[in-house]
Nanobody, 120 residues
Framework: VQLQASGGGTVQAGGSLRLSCAAS????????VGWFRQAPGKEREFVAS????????SYVASVKGRFTIDRDNDKNTVFLQMNSLKPEDTAVYYC??????????????WGQGTQVTVSS
């Protein structure tokens, strides 16, 4: 499956962005999807994930209550709604997919990144 991430940009602290991860396959509903981010000089970090059934989501502690992951299977797209953004959220955000129900952070398919910059 090919993944296309979009929706990044530059916002002020406290602002919001909605990232999209569009898939090339109509069977995308059968994939669990994760969002990851990598800031300059830092290792890639897990941000959020949603299983293929859509009933279970996971978040890294630093984004809980601010970010929401959801999916629209009719559009083969997974979203990451990011609210109350902080400068430390600045990173390149990647989406990833895997056919396993709960791949943890070990996703097989990866898309290109989209830059998110939060100014103070």
């Amino acid at each position: 499956v090919q993944l296309q991430a979009s929706g990044g940009g530059t916002v002020q602290a406290g602002g919001s962005l909605r990232l999209s991860c569009a898939a090339s396959e109509r069977t995308f509903s059968s994939y669990s999807v994760g969002w990851f981010r990598q800031a300059p000089g830092k290792e890639r970090e897990f941000v959020a994930s949603i299983v293929w059934g859509g009933r279970r989501t996971s978040y890294v502690a630093s984004v809980k209550g601010r970010f929401t992951i959801d999916r629209d299977n009719d559009k083969n797209t997974v979203f990451l709604q990011m609210n109350s953004l902080k400068p430390e959220d600045t990173a390149v955000y990647y989406c990833a997919a895997d056919m396993r129900y709960s791949p943890g952070t070990d996703f097989y398919y990866w898309g290109q990144g989209t830059q998110v910059t939060v100014s103070s």
